[in-house]
């Protein structure tokens, strides 16, 4: 079933009013029709089942709350190192389907990428737009924040304030590390903070993983092999979901 997300002011106590691009999409793309059901959600993560409605074309009628929720149960931030190309898009998309909830892109060491003001901009609204879609198509009752482009300084003042900091380190890969990662899920309960730092295509830095670690952080392999950039975002939220959703 079709989910929208809908600024708050768009609903009403029965009915909510589709915005353009929502209504240009479920009728066009779509090809819904009055009395067609669709799925609407405000953006603090109530979600109803609701009906599309006669007139106004745009107008649907709530029936009932969406009960169940697939939000993941720790609120999980990727914190990523720019990397080259689209690659950040594609952890945008993908990371959002597997339950993160914020994204924070910053300025690596080993970052190739440079954005000045007006190219941040323009690319901030583009991931806003990635990470919206996704949400909609991952059935998700929330859509993850994409944070502003971060200094290293200001990730790691972020770090010291959350509860759970991983770090995907190869260099504890290629010396066998094998415990960290479990030992530190095993440690963490529902409703915690984890953020996970990955790095550009170069990793991170030894400078960044010391202040990292001093502001609370854990570095730990992911696995004996050595992930591209985009892939480790995706392989720590894997975990994450099988431990929390899985293994219960």
Known sequence: MQRYFLANSLFQEKKALLDEESSHHAYKVMR??????????RMDGICYLAELEEEPA???????EEESSVELPVKVTIAHGLPKGDKLESVLQKGTELGAETFLPFRADRSIVKLDQRKAAKKESRWQKIVKEAAEQAHRQKIPSVIPVQDFEQLVKRAEETEFVLIAYEEDAKQGEASALHRTLSAMEEGNSVMVVIGPEGGLSEKEVRALQKAGGISCAF???ILRTETAPLYALSVLSYHFELLR
């Open 58 to 64: 745009s107008s649907v009628r709530l029936l009932r």
């Open 223 to 225: 696995g004996p092999r």
């Open 32 to 41: 819904m029709s009055p009395g067609d059901k669709l799925i609407v959600c």
